[in-house]
C-alpha cells in the first residue's frame, strides 16, 4: 500500500509564509509527476503546482513567483515554499503523486488527506 501525508498547513497572515511538505510511503517502486493541487469552499479542486521527476516544474498563473515546489526524490518527498500569501489562497490543499507501486502494472494517481490553509488577519 503507498500512502501520501501533508504537514505544515495553518494560520497565516497576509503577506506571511508556509511551507508545506509531503511524504510518499508504501510499497513504491518509481514516482513520476508530483504535485500540490488546492480546494476552495465552493470551488473545484485546482492545480497548484507541479514537478517532473527530473524537475521540470509549472505552476497555476496566480501563484507564479510567489510559490516554489520541489522535492527530494531519495525521500519520495515534495515541498511548496508559499511566500507572500493572500487571503484567496485560503484551501485544502493536497498533495498529489503519479506513482508506480510494487505489485501494480503501471502508474498511478495517488492523494494524500489535504491541509488547510488559512490566510487572514
Known amino acids: 500500500q503507498v500512502q501520501l501525508v501533508e504537514s505544515g498547513g495553518g494560520l497565516v497572515q497576509p503577506g506571511g509564509s508556509l511551507r508545506l511538505s509531503c511524504a510518499a510511503s508504501?510499497?513504491?517502486?518509481?514516482?513520476?509527476?508530483m504535485g500540490w493541487y488546492r480546494q476552495a469552499p465552493g470551488k473545484q479542486r485546482e492545480l497548484v503546482a507541479r514537478?517532473?521527476?527530473?524537475?521540470?516544474?509549472n505552476y497555476a498563473d496566480s501563484v507564479k513567483g510567489r510559490f516554489t515546489i520541489s522535492r527530494d526524490n531519495a525521500k519520495n518527498m515534495v515541498y511548496l515554499q508559499m511566500n507572500s500569501l493572500k487571503p484567496e489562497d485560503t484551501a485544502v490543499y493536497y498533495c498529489h503523486a503519479d506513482l508506480w507501486s510494487t505489485g501494480s502494472r503501471w502508474y498511478t494517481d495517488y492523494w494524500g488527506p489535504g491541509t488547510q490553509v488559512t490566510v487572514s488577519s
Open positions: 514537478i517532473t521527476s527530473v524537475g521540470y516544474t
Open positions: 508504501g510499497s513504491i517502486f518509481r514516482i513520476n509527476a
